[in-house]
């Protein structure tokens, strides 16, 4: 394939956008739930989303689809209900259900696609994530957290725990020393996956995807399924581009299965999950996303 200065210049500036994006999300979010740990008792968010409870299955993927993040902003958020003490299947649902189901996602859809494929896709996302939550934490799954994930961040030296003139710093400054450290901690992993999903979505033209996953493809399902995870897109392209790739001669199961690959599990994801989870647990979430694109994608191939 010939290199072309285009090429180059969409892969910088791609990864400069979600450098800039994912950096000020991260800060955000993870301030935003300090801010919550700090007013909401850990105690009433474990018993909330408690995996004892059934309810607690449906209130995470509800909470999963109100929420407008994308798969790598949902890293934070759970951080933060890991640290609560969440119950480990509720919090596997809204790790699946957030970036799957968010409104932006669910809009565009509708305006797309349409209601009754948009009323597919949000059914078979709410159901294989709850599905998939109770089924890791019934198999054992959350023995493959990092013990290090609970601990809060050390609170060393005085630029944390106190002022220049010795007097203890507000809550707001605490909270934000935390959210720093956390920060500085994923800030390797989130930079590897942000070069790598530039470079992926700099050289990799959408004609070549289109061709691959044809509808005379047999395989083209799977191929997009597989071919979505390290293309990152964000909530807010994903659908124009699926529509795009379907007018070039993709599939529409293909692209159904293109749309969960790379909403569900970026590359991104993929690396930053690896600061909170062991590989068999790494292994877990993609075979879950993947089963759930393939699936969709042959079963929306089939009805539509």
Same mark, same amino acid.
């Not at 944390?160 to 710093?169: E, F, L, N, Q």
């Given at each position: $394939?010939?290199?072309?200065?285009?090429?180059?210049?969409?892969?910088?500036? %791609?990864?400069?956008?979600?450098?800039?994006?994912?950096?000020?999300?991260?800060?955000?979010?993870?301030?935003?739930?300090?801010?919550?740990?700090?007013?909401?008792?850990?105690?009433?968010?474990?018993?909330?989303?408690?995996?004892?409870?059934?309810?607690?299955?449906?209130?995470?993927?509800?909470?999963?689809?109100?929420? #407008?993040?994308? @798969?790598?902003?949902?890293? #934070?958020?759970?951080?933060?209900? /890991?640290?609560?003490?969440?119950?480990?299947?509720? %919090? $596997?649902?809204?790790?699946?259900?957030? !970036? /799957?189901?968010?409104?932006?996602?669910?809009? /565009?859809?509708?305006?797309?696609?349409?209601?009754?494929?948009?009323?597919?896709?949000?059914?078979?996302? $709410?159901?294989?994530?709850?599905?998939?939550?109770?089924?890791?934490?019934?198999?054992?799954?959350?023995?493959?957290?990092?013990?290090?994930?609970?601990?809060?961040?050390?609170?060393?030296?005085?630029?944390? @725990?106190?002022?220049?003139? =010795?007097?203890?710093?507000?809550?707001?400054?605490?909270?934000?020393?935390?959210?720093?450290?956390?920060?500085?901690?994923?800030? #390797?992993?989130?930079?590897? =996956?942000?070069?790598?999903?530039?470079?992926?979505?700099?050289?990799? #033209?959408?004609?070549?995807?289109?061709?691959?996953?044809?509808?005379?493809?047999?395989?083209?399902? !799977?191929?997009?399924?597989?071919?979505?995870? !390290?293309?990152?897109?964000?909530?807010?392209?994903?659908?124009?581009?699926?529509?795009?790739?379907?007018?070039? =001669?993709? =599939?529409?199961?293909?692209?159904?299965?293109?749309?969960?690959?790379?909403?569900?599990?970026?590359?991104?994801?993929?690396?930053?999950?690896? @600061?909170?989870?062991?590989?068999? $647990?790494?292994?877990?979430?993609?075979?879950?996303?993947?089963? %759930?694109?393939?699936?969709?994608?042959?079963?929306?191939?089939?009805?539509?």
């Amino acid at each position: $394939m010939k290199i072309t200065q285009q090429m180059v210049f969409d892969t910088l500036n %791609m990864f400069a956008f979600l450098a800039v994006e994912l950096t000020l999300l991260f800060l955000l979010i993870s301030y935003f739930v300090g801010v919550l740990q700090e007013y909401i008792p850990p105690s009433k968010i474990k018993n909330i989303l408690s995996s004892k409870n059934g309810k607690g299955y449906i209130i995470a993927a509800f909470l999963g689809a109100i929420t #407008p993040f994308c @798969s790598c902003s949902t890293i #934070p958020f759970l951080k933060g209900l /890991l640290r609560a003490k969440a119950g480990f299947g509720t %919090m $596997m649902v809204f790790l699946f259900a957030s !970036p /799957l189901l968010n409104p932006i996602i669910i809009g /565009l859809f509708a305006v797309t696609f349409g209601v009754k494929v948009t009323a597919f896709y949000f059914i078979v996302a $709410m159901s294989v994530s709850i599905i998939a939550g109770y089924l890791l934490e019934q198999f054992g799954f959350e023995k493959y957290i990092k013990p290090e994930v609970y601990m809060a961040p050390e609170n060393k030296g005085c630029a944390i @725990s106190c002022s220049s003139k =010795g007097k203890p710093v507000g809550k707001w400054l605490r909270i934000w020393n935390s959210t720093w450290l956390d920060f500085k901690k994923v800030l #390797p992993y989130l930079v590897g =996956g942000i070069a790598l999903g530039s470079i992926i979505y700099g050289f990799m #033209p959408t004609e070549f995807v289109a061709r691959v996953a044809s509808e005379n493809n047999p395989f083209a399902v !799977p191929i997009a399924a597989v071919i979505g995870i !390290p293309l990152y897109i964000r909530a807010e392209a994903v659908i124009p581009l699926s529509a795009a790739l379907a007018a070039k =001669g993709m =599939g529409l199961g293909a692209v159904m299965a293109l749309i969960i690959g790379s909403a569900g599990a970026s590359l991104t994801e993929v690396i930053l999950l690896k @600061s909170l989870f062991k590989n068999q $647990m790494i292994i877990a979430f993609l075979t879950v996303i993947l089963s %759930m694109a393939v699936g969709a994608g042959y079963l929306y191939s089939t009805i539509f």
